[in-house]
């Protein structure tokens, strides 16, 4: 039965991505539902189209084309911009792509869908199923 096989190595390559991201505990998941985050992953890859982003002042969080824009009074090729809830300037940091995810990007890579900036988890996840 090769395609059994084939099943089998991709769960323990996960399992093992798994082990360094989450601990010990990993070992015992079951494989159900390591093939359910293996869909989820995916679902995630092709969902992540938006820049999200923080604002570090007031802790709002939306997609980028909320942000408030205005020209830089002290420089004429720049443009700044505002935060939609508490208007601080240039207090939004971008954060990781996948939907409803607020962590810190921490990588970049490029994708078939684009390129695309994520937190370390999610940089993990993606490389884990690279590796299939
Ligand atoms: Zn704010
Ligand atoms: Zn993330």
């Not at 988890?121 to 884990?128: E, F, G, S, V, Y």
Request: hydrophobic share 35%; net charge positive.
């Amino acid at each position: 039965m090769p395609n059994m096989n084939i099943e089998r190595d991709w769960i323990e390559n996960w399992r093992k991505s798994l082990v360094r991201l989450l601990g010990p505990y990993a070992r015992v998941i079951p494989e159900q539902q390591i093939i359910a985050l293996k869909n989820k992953v995916q679902e995630w890859i092709q969902d992540a189209t938006m820049v999200h982003v923080r604002c570090k002042e007031c802790g709002w969080k939306g997609g980028g084309k909320s942000l408030l824009t205005a020209a830089n009074p002290f420089s004429i090729n720049d443009t700044i911009t505002g935060c939609p809830q508490c208007s601080s300037i240039n207090s939004t940091i971008q954060v990781c792509d996948v939907h409803n995810c607020w962590e810190d990007v921490c990588a970049g890579w490029p994708s078939e869908e684009g390129y695309r900036q994520t937190c370390s988890k999610h940089r993990l996840m993606r490389t884990a199923l690279k590796q299939l």
